[in-house]
């Protein structure tokens, strides 16, 4: 039953798309609109608006306020009804170098929101050659297993055969219906291991793989890791973010630390009162204009909880940094071992497979001759097969690992290069943000009717 349930599901995936797909289009696919990235945009546009946030504490405020009160006293001195509104404007001149601090600290997660968005953008690059790589692995083992299963078919009704005239014995016989029942076995496998690497690419694609073209070229390489780990070093964005977010931490102390200093400012008002009993009060206008100051004696032990909290925050991104400096370098020299490790292992099957032809053709010949037995046939062929898939592993490994590389380098992106997508540019978003920093009512649309804002536009023919 499950034998039947893969393959069902391996020819209906096959058959849907008709039209070949390159590499190139399921990248433009994927930077598109994989949801992972487009909520990573998103959060880069959280961090825009710190800015005109922390920089709102330097701008003026202007309110407006009124009241009614009715008396219900009898007395003579009633007032009677009294009808008040004011208009207030305050305008703060020394913060203690509160809102410096803050707007500092916003530009600093802009940065870091940047370099994790760029992080996250050359994963998803890796994780689509991944899984574009791994669709034509499968693939070709699940032929390679097809073709070991009809090679078998044919030894095993050769053997009956031979079993019926007296040229071979039932071990034989046997032999060759156990060998051929594992390379069923394998073949179910195989295809059960396409049918997941199909849904990781629709997962990351958006759309399930149609005929898929061959791998391209690799785009150039760093000639060592030496070369690697120095642009790792300088360019990972990942590390990058981590430094950004340091910085943005070291302004938060200072912010926190400015709550302990005076404060002034500068405060307009304009009120109006109206007495429905004139024999008391007097109707009319007040304005008035002064400075207000302050500054905090004793705030229960809150301010100086805060500058710890904020300084346990920088102190957490300081062990970050290491730790990404960590990762980064552990990252290349995995994926230069991978890749030295691929290449030499495709040189090593490609001996292999040619070997092990000639060999399975050797033994086969000497099989119908008496010099051999059934045994040593089906070890032959097992021995190609392996060889063969060993190739194509190898190939696929290679390929992963020269993108894992040039992630870690801060250069899968170069993948997008001719992809057919718009870049998206994070720096639009912010310019508009700076354009609407006065403006009280700049809403931006509902985001449910607005997710094109996290998506990059397509140019190609995949749309």
Not at 37 to 66: K, N, W
Not at 195 to 218: D, F, T
């Amino acid at each position: 039953m499950r034998r039947h349930f893969l393959t069902a599901v391996l020819l209906a995936s096959v058959a849907a798309p008709v039209s070949a797909e390159s590499l190139n289009e399921a990248i433009a696919l994927a930077y598109s609109n994989n949801p992972a990235v487009a909520a990573a945009r998103a959060r880069v546009r959280q961090a825009d608006e710190g800015v005109p946030i922390a920089a709102s504490g330097a701008r003026p405020t202007l309110g407006l306020s009124g009241s009614f009160n009715q008396s219900l006293s009898d007395s003579f001195a009633d007032l009677g009804q009294i009808w008040t509104g004011g208009l207030t404007l305050n305008q703060a001149i020394w913060e203690g170098g509160r809102v410096r601090a803050g707007v500092s600290g916003a530009q600093a997660r802009i940065v870091a929101s940047r370099l994790s968005l760029a992080a996250q953008e050359q994963a998803l690059i890796t994780d689509t050659v991944t899984a574009y790589a791994d669709v034509l692995r499968t693939q070709e083992i699940v032929k390679l297993n097809q073709n070991q299963v009809r090679v078998l078919e044919q030894e095993l009704r050769a053997s009956r055969d031979r079993f019926e005239v007296g040229d071979v014995t039932r071990t034989d016989v046997a032999q060759s219906e156990a060998r051929l029942a594992a390379s069923q076995a394998n073949l179910i496998a195989a295809r059960g291991n396409a049918v997941y690497a199909r849904q990781a690419y629709q997962r990351l694609v958006g759309r399930a793989p149609g005929q898929l073209e061959p791998l391209p070229p690799l785009p150039p390489l760093p000639e060592s890791e030496a070369q690697a780990q120095s642009r790792a070093a300088d360019l990972n964005p990942s590390l990058g973010a981590a430094k950004a977010s340091e910085k943005a931490a070291g302004e938060d102390v200072r912010a926190a630390k400015a709550g302990r200093l005076p404060s002034v400012g500068v405060q307009a008002s304009a009120n109006y009162t109206e007495y429905s009993n004139n024999r008391i009060g007097s109707s009319g206008f007040d304005p008035r204009i002064g400075i207000t100051a302050g500054m905090p004696l004793f705030s229960g032990g809150l301010i100086a909880a805060q500058v710890r909290q904020a300084q346990a925050r920088q102190s957490e991104a300081m062990e970050n940094i290491s730790l990404a400096e960590r990762q980064v370098t552990e990252g290349v020299a995995n994926s230069w071992a991978l890749l030295e490790t691929a290449e030499a292992t495709i040189q090593a099957a490609k001996s292999q497979t040619s070997a092990n032809t000639l060999a399975a053709e050797g033994v086969r010949q000497e099989n119908m001759v008496g010099s051999r037995d059934i045994l040593d046939v089906l070890n032959a062929e097992q021995e190609l097969l392996n060889s063969r898939v060993q190739l194509v592993q190898a190939e696929r490994d290679r390929y992963v690992a020269a993108y894992q590389l040039l992630e870690s380098v801060g250069a899968a992106d170069i993948a997008l290069e001719g992809a057919g997508v718009a870049r998206y540019d994070p720096v639009t978003n912010a310019e508009r943000v700076r354009g609407k920093g006065w403006s009280e009512f700049g809403y931006d649309p509902d985001p449910a009717t607005d997710r094109a804002r996290n998506t990059a536009p397509l140019m190609g023919p995949q749309q």
